[in-house]
């Protein structure tokens, strides 16, 4: 049988972690000071999937479906949907959310 205690282990966080640096009463940044590098080969890969995807939809949906139909919806909104889903993903990449 486990004996049950009324004081909480604190088994993930060690004492010296949650108290250590100073706190001088300012907000600290939410954006992540850690010195990885801020723009990867990675970032611009969700938006061009999702403008691609996009564009792809709208071509075969067109009453005329073909590469012309595909050309311009990459151009717009493609562009847009790209610019966006890139700073969605560089935002949520380099937020500190923990």
């Known amino acids: 049988m486990v004996a049950m205690?009324?004081?909480?282990?604190?088994?993930?966080f060690d004492e010296e972690e949650e108290h250590s640096g100073s706190?001088?009463?300012?907000?600290r940044s939410a954006m992540l000071d850690d010195g990885q590098p801020t723009l990867t080969w990675w970032l611009p890969l969700p938006g061009i999937a999702l403008a691609i995807t996009w564009a792809g939809y709208v071509a075969v949906s067109a009453p005329q479906p073909g590469l012309d139909a595909l050309l311009q919806a990459l151009l717009w909104p493609g562009a847009a949907?790209?610019?966006?889903?890139?700073?969605?993903?560089?935002?949520?990449?380099?937020?500190?959310l923990d």
């Open 23 to 27: 706190n001088d009463g300012r907000l």
């Open 5 to 12: 205690t009324a004081e909480p282990t604190n088994d993930d």
């Open 81 to 96: 949907i790209f610019v966006i889903g890139t700073l969605v993903t560089f935002f949520g990449w380099r937020l500190d």
